[in-house]
């Protein structure tokens, strides 16, 4: 809303001005198209000045404060080495002719869009080694959930993430850095055909979120000195998200214990998927196919349909069959979640208890 409120201000200002313009212009000439033309051109640089501001979303304070440092340096420079270049380009015996100062205006102007250009391009090109903001000074912020999201390779491949995205939950920009981008593309390029298989569904998943407009996705350079000495790709990503302030995305149980023992924040696919599995109570009945046999003697093991494992007491003897069982227990692992229980209706259960049947009394002469 402040944004709006800007830009229409900015607008408001800049209509007055185009007005300001074109009276200024046709009362100075006499000629009413001189003023409609500065009152056109003073519109368009408004438009085309907000059109850039709305059109370019991905603005970065890094690269803006490059350009800006880099345009008020060169022309610095661009003035100073003007300056000392000023008593070799005039000719005193020449007097008071125009084209005396002609040569200095243009090689001041031709000197200072040189500098200009050349510290903006050096800028810009290492503008990830420097900090540009003058007084140094980092506001908190308010919300985690705008703590950028740095993505790693197993992740990308796994799928989920792009599927989360859908769901327009996240609200943070994403980050692919360039090495995990090599990394993705080498898997993709193996003579393993399983490796092979698994780094193309890697670029095919990263394309399928380029192209999903609910979220901000950015491949990053990476080009961080505090990364030159660092090698193992895993390293490099806790080293890169510890210096962005972001969070890993990640399925990879080591490397989520790195990043904790180096202080940066986690967040393990797998953890969020069991939290979002659906919680079997004591007691509660269920229906599940066993599939195969248990560790145990007697045990039947079967699959819920978010891939919850279920360990049934007894189930041995109806493999291949769907049951209804009563949960007894369950056990929340790191690996995911495990649901014991034991068949309804056995013994064991309220339900059903085994009857003693007594044998009929034998008969004199039998």
Same mark, same amino acid.
């Given at each position: 809303?402040?944004?709006?409120?800007?830009?229409?201000?900015?607008?408001?200002?800049?209509?007055?001005?185009?007005?300001?313009?074109?009276?200024?212009? !046709?009362?100075?000439?006499?000629?009413?198209?001189?003023?409609?033309?500065?009152?056109?051109?003073?519109?368009?640089?408004?438009?085309?000045?907000?059109?850039?501001?709305?059109?370019?979303?991905?603005? +970065?304070?890094?690269?803006?404060?490059? %350009?800006?440092?880099?345009?008020?340096?060169?022309?610095?420079?661009?003035?100073?080495?003007?300056?000392?270049?000023?008593?070799?380009?005039?000719?005193?015996?020449?007097?008071?002719?125009?084209?005396?100062?002609?040569?200095?205006?243009?090689?001041?102007?031709?000197?200072?869009?040189?500098?200009?250009?050349?510290?903006?391009?050096?800028?810009?090109?290492?503008?990830?080694? @420097?900090?540009?903001?003058?007084?140094?000074? =980092? @506001?908190?912020?308010?919300?985690?959930?705008?703590?950028?999201?740095?993505?790693?390779?197993?992740?990308?491949?796994?799928?989920?993430?792009?599927?989360?995205?859908?769901?327009? %939950?996240?609200?943070?920009? #994403?980050?692919?850095?360039?090495?995990?981008? +090599?990394?993705? +593309?080498?898997?993709?390029?193996?003579?393993?055909?399983?490796?092979?298989?698994?780094?193309?569904?890697?670029?095919? %998943?990263?394309?399928?979120?380029?192209?999903?407009?609910?979220?901000?996705?950015?491949?990053?350079?990476?080009?961080?000195?505090?990364?030159?000495?660092?090698?193992?790709?895993?390293?490099?990503?806790?080293? @890169?998200?510890?210096?962005?302030?972001?969070?890993?995305?990640?399925?990879?149980?080591?490397?989520?214990?790195?990043?904790?023992?180096?202080?940066?924040?986690?967040?393990?696919?797998?953890?969020?998927?069991?939290?979002?599995?659906?919680? !079997?109570?004591?007691?509660?009945?269920?229906?599940?196919?066993?599939?195969?046999?248990?560790?145990?003697?007697?045990?039947?093991?079967?699959? #819920?349909?978010?891939?919850?494992?279920?360990?049934?007491?007894?189930?041995?003897?109806? #493999?291949?069959?769907?049951?209804?069982?009563?949960?007894?227990?369950?056990?929340?692992?790191?690996?995911?979640?495990?649901?014991?229980?034991?068949?309804?209706?056995?013994?064991?259960?309220?339900? =059903?208890?085994?009857?003693?049947?007594?044998?009929?009394?034998?008969?004199?002469?039998?």
């Amino acid at each position: 809303m402040m944004l709006w409120i800007l830009r229409g201000f900015f607008g408001a200002l800049i209509i007055g001005v185009s007005i300001y313009a074109g009276t200024l212009y !046709a009362g100075d000439t006499g000629k009413t198209w001189l003023g409609v033309l500065a009152v056109a051109i003073v519109l368009a640089i408004g438009v085309v000045v907000v059109a850039t501001d709305v059109l370019v979303r991905n603005k +970065q304070i890094t690269t803006l404060s490059a %350009i800006y440092f880099g345009l008020l340096l060169g022309l610095l420079l661009g003035t100073l080495f003007s300056n000392a270049l000023a008593p070799y380009l005039t000719d005193e015996t020449m007097g008071d002719k125009p084209h005396k100062y002609s040569l200095l205006d243009g090689v001041r102007i031709l000197i200072t869009v040189i500098f200009c250009y050349v510290v903006t391009s050096t800028l810009l090109q290492t503008k990830d080694e @420097f900090r540009f903001i003058i007084p140094y000074v =980092e @506001f908190s912020k308010q919300m985690k959930g705008n703590r950028p999201m740095v993505l790693d390779t197993s992740v990308i491949i796994d799928g989920r993430i792009a599927d989360i995205c859908d769901t327009r %939950i996240i609200d943070s920009k #994403l980050i692919v850095p360039r090495f995990v981008l +090599q990394e993705l +593309q080498g898997i993709a390029d193996s003579s393993d055909k399983l490796k092979r298989n698994r780094g193309r569904r890697g670029l095919d %998943i990263l394309k399928r979120m380029q192209g999903n407009d609910k979220i901000e996705l950015q491949i990053h350079e990476a080009n961080l000195t505090e990364l030159r000495e660092v090698n193992r790709v895993d390293e490099r990503l806790v080293v @890169f998200a510890k210096v962005l302030g972001g969070r890993v995305v990640t399925n990879d149980f080591n490397l989520n214990k790195i990043a904790q023992l180096q202080g940066v924040d986690v967040i393990n696919l797998n953890e969020v998927a069991n939290a979002l599995k659906t919680v !079997a109570l004591p007691g509660e009945a269920l229906p599940v196919k066993l599939v195969k046999p248990g560790d145990q003697l007697g045990q039947g093991v079967g699959y #819920l349909d978010d891939g919850t494992m279920v360990v049934v007491e007894g189930g041995r003897q109806n #493999l291949g069959q769907e049951v209804n069982i009563v949960v007894t227990s369950v056990l929340q692992t790191p690996a995911g979640r495990m649901i014991f229980g034991r068949i309804d209706g056995r013994p064991g259960s309220s339900a =059903e208890l085994p009857k003693y049947v007594v044998p009929p009394t034998p008969t004199p002469g039998n």
